[in-house]
């Protein structure tokens, strides 16, 4: 069992930055690859980025390339968004996502709200 918990989210206006931190617990050496993915009001959940075990990101959601960064520090066992110049568009809950052993896991989500 793998267990999530994100934290960071906030309110911002645009132009502004915020990052996200996701701390895994449990076993946490069968994590392999990690992403995180966001949930805007009446649209279903997409992918933002992942990055694999080796820490290299790839598969950044078109919205967000050039101003969202994800990072991940496995001795920590945490995986981290860093995201600038937030648009208003970038409002969502924003969830932290990794594949153990074959299966998903998820965390509890934290909401990232960008005001114009």
């Known amino acids: 069992q793998v267990q999530l918990a994100e934290s960071g989210g906030g309110s911002v206006q645009a132009g502004g930055s915020l990052r996200l931190s996701c701390l895994a617990s449990?076993?946490?050496?069968?994590?392999?690859?990690m992403a995180w993915y966001r949930q805007a009001p009446g649209k279903e959940r997409e992918l933002v980025a992942r990055i694999t075990r080796g820490k290299i990101p790839r598969d950044y959601a078109d919205s967000v390339k050039g101003r969202f960064t994800i990072s991940r520090d496995n001795d920590k066992n945490m995986v981290d968004l860093q995201m600038d110049n937030l648009r208003p568009e970038d409002t969502a809950v924003y969830y932290c996502y990794a594949s153990s052993s074959g299966l998903a896991y998820w965390g509890q989500g934290t909401q990232v709200t960008v005001s114009a």
């Open positions: 449990g076993k946490t050496w069968t994590i392999g690859g």
